[in-house]
């Protein structure tokens, strides 16, 4: 499993899953993550980390579709045959979706379909939990396809919420079954 990501921020998952294929907890290579922000972290660890990186971007690609060609080209030439999205905050075009069809996985910080959806990302997914009183919450691995959080879940963790949780107990609660839920579901992939 040759595995490539795609991240808009931090980039945790690719940290978590890069140090896990490292230590030998996952059977796989990471080899490149793109990132839609020039600034962000994640293509900062990415670079440091050894892993082919790259800004890919509506800014450097205003063609949605030129965009689109581009991710697939960087996967392709850099030889991923899996594709995360390790917090990626824009929608995937065709040509990714179908390069990468059913080798194409998302974790979601929500009990999908519960808190999912266009607008529903980051801190958003964890504030609606607690604006609806939900007694729980967790994370959700899904293979992504062109509806965006609607693929089908290949792994999900639950979490209670406790009276009392801030976004950020909530938050650090979700984020810490996280990594665990991504190495069920790739080596259900492998
Ligand atoms: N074709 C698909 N693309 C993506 C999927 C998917 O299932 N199919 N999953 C998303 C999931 N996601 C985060 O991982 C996500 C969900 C929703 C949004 C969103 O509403 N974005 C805003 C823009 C936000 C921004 O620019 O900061 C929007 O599109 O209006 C983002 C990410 C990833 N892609
Ligand atoms: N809809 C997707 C979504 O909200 N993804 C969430 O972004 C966080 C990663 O951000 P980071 O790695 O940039 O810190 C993770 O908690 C992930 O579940």
């Avoid at 509506?58 to 392709?76: N, R, T």
């Avoid at 801030?166 to 650090?172: C, V, Y």
Wanted: glycine content about 12%.
């Amino acid at each position: 499993m040759i595995l490539g990501f795609l991240a808009s921020h931090g980039g945790s998952a690719a940290r978590f899953l890069t140090e896990a294929c490292r230590d030998g907890r996952l059977s796989a290579v990471p080899v490149a993550l793109a990132s839609n922000n020039s600034g962000s972290a994640a293509l900062a660890w990415a670079r440091e980390a050894g892993l082919k990186a790259a800004h890919l971007s509506g800014a450097k690609y205003p063609d949605p579709d030129a965009l689109d060609a581009a991710i697939v080209a960087f996967l392709q030439e850099a030889g991923v045959d899996t594709l995360v999205l390790s917090g990626y905050m824009k929608a995937l075009g065709p040509r990714v979706l179908s390069a990468y069809a059913g080798r194409l996985v998302n974790i979601h910080p929500s009990l999908l379909p519960r808190h999912g959806g266009r607008g529903m990302y980051g801190d958003r997914v964890h504030e609606a939990v607690l604006a609806s009183g939900d007694t729980e919450s967790g994370a959700t691995v899904h293979l992504v396809t062109a509806g965006i959080d609607e693929g089908p879940v290949l792994a999900q963790v639950r979490v209670p919420v406790l009276p009392g949780d801030t976004l950020a107990t909530l938050k650090a609660r979700v984020q810490g079954a996280e990594g665990e839920l991504l190495l069920q579901a790739l080596r259900s992939l492998a």
